[in-house]
């Protein structure tokens, strides 16, 4: 029997998808016959025992730490043997690839993930090797900022060099606005140091895919949806055909890509523009895209196993890959007006329909909602999974219709009530 170790398995406190990708993995690699160790903090195994229901042990073990999570595993085998070692958080791939590493286990080389992790460092690989990338720059003051618009002119957008999630991710389009972003996006960062880069006009869009026999291959092209005026993700669609078939185009590039940075093991999301140019490569991840794209992805490739597929290229089994996705699923985001929530109308009569593959609602009347500035900020979900892509979004569309939140400025006697249409 095989024996693979999770680490950061269990799903942070209220992460709703996290939670079912975990406990989809845990699930298919217990089904091909595995024991399953998961460690996590101990905050996280507490708030969710389900875990330890399906796990064979969990240990608590700090994720975000390679150098802990590598003396705990080098100890724990020398009681029972690892056979695999992975991850699904963004903040435990670098664990992931040191344990690996040390076991000598199948696994991408750490100095590749903290690369790829590091949004500066792969920019500057990807342009190496070839690929499009917008045009960017480590900055540390606002002088910094300053020159790097005198040279490629505005908009640009400042980041925080390894966070996620949208977090404190800022356009500018004048040096005026340089001060700001820096404070936003150097909050909490790396000596302060943010990157800067050029704003890339087009759509954008994601691959999702999976790592066999070490050439990725990709599942399905996903669009992506962004709250008016922010870079928060309103939502996304799978699998996305474009005229021309440039979806085919985006997917080759995004392997091709992950070909030439060596990267060879796990589930993977790589983000693009689609411009004029052809794709402009954004952020590469190895780990599963989040907002409920591993579910998308198996319910348009109903029989996919995307987890047991990872739990089987992990420990050299054949594994068998879908043919193109025959199916396709929406996701949607409530993302209200700032403010106290006053009323809320037609969430209920989400519950129940048999195309629903996900519907959490994280606020109540009496709640005070902040403006959206990473997805964390986001308050409801909805996903539907339909015959195709396009009925998907037709349905999402139409059935969030009848759902709103309403708020009023918090803090106010006013009793005039903004409404937000999901």
């Not at 699923?329 to 048999?354: K, M, Y």
């Not at 500035?373 to 539907?384: F, K, N, Q």
Request: with cysteine.
């Amino acid at each position: 029997m095989s024996t693979i170790v999770i680490l950061g398995g269990a799903a942070p406190v209220g992460a709703g998808h996290g939670r079912d990708l975990s406990l989809r993995a845990l699930r298919q690699f217990k089904a091909r016959g595995s024991r399953v160790v998961v460690t996590d903090t101990e905050e996280a195994l507490a708030a969710a025992p389900e875990y330890a229901s399906l796990a064979d042990e969990t240990h608590v073990v700090d994720y975000t730490d390679p150098d802990s999570c590598v003396t705990w595993a080098l100890e724990y085998r020398r009681r029972h043997a690892v056979d695999a070692v992975t991850g699904f958080r963004e903040y435990s791939v670098v664990a992931v690839a040191e344990v690996a590493a040390a076991l000598g286990l199948a696994g991408n080389r750490p100095e590749l993930v903290r690369m790829v992790r590091t949004k500066d460092a792969c920019r500057r690989t990807l342009g190496d090797l070839g690929f499009r990338q917008p045009a960017s720059a480590l900055c540390s003051t606002v002088e910094d900022i300053e020159d790097f618009l005198a040279l490629h002119g505005g908009p640009a957008v400042v980041k925080p060099r390894d966070a996620a999630g949208s977090e404190g991710v800022v356009r500018i389009d004048t040096p005026r606005e340089a001060a700001d972003a820096l404070a936003v996006a150097g909050r909490g960062g790396d000596r302060g140091l943010v990157l800067v880069e050029e704003f890339v006009e087009g759509p954008e869009f994601s691959v999702e895919g999976v790592f066999a026999g070490g050439s990725p291959y990709a599942l399905a092209v996903t669009r992506k949806l962004l709250a008016p005026g922010t870079f928060v993700e309103a939502g996304h669609t799978t699998p996305v055909e474009l005229p021309g078939r440039r979806h085919e185009e985006i997917a080759h590039e995004a392997t091709r890509a992950l070909k030439a940075l060596g990267l060879t093991h796990g589930v993977f999301h790589v983000e693009c523009w689609l411009t004029d140019r052809g794709p402009v490569l954004g952020e590469v991840h190895v780990r599963p895209g989040g907002d409920w794209l591993h579910a998308m992805v198996e319910w348009a490739h109903p029989a996919l196993e995307l987890f047991g597929s990872l739990h089987d290229d992990l420990l050299g089994h054949p594994v068998i890959l879908p043919g193109p996705p025959t199916r396709g699923a929406s996701v949607r985001f409530v993302v209200p007006e700032p403010g106290l929530v006053v009323g809320i109308e037609g969430w209920d009569e989400l519950t129940g329909r048999p195309d629903l593959i996900h519907a959490e609602l994280t606020v109540a009347a009496g709640d005070v909602v902040g403006p959206a500035a990473s997805s964390g900020d986001r308050v409801g979900t909805v996903c539907l999974g339909a015959a195709s892509a396009d009925a998907a979004d037709t349905a999402i569309e139409t059935l969030l219709r009848d759902v709103k939140v309403r708020t009023a400025p918090a803090g106010s006697a006013k009793t005039s009530k903004r409404e937000h249409d999901a």
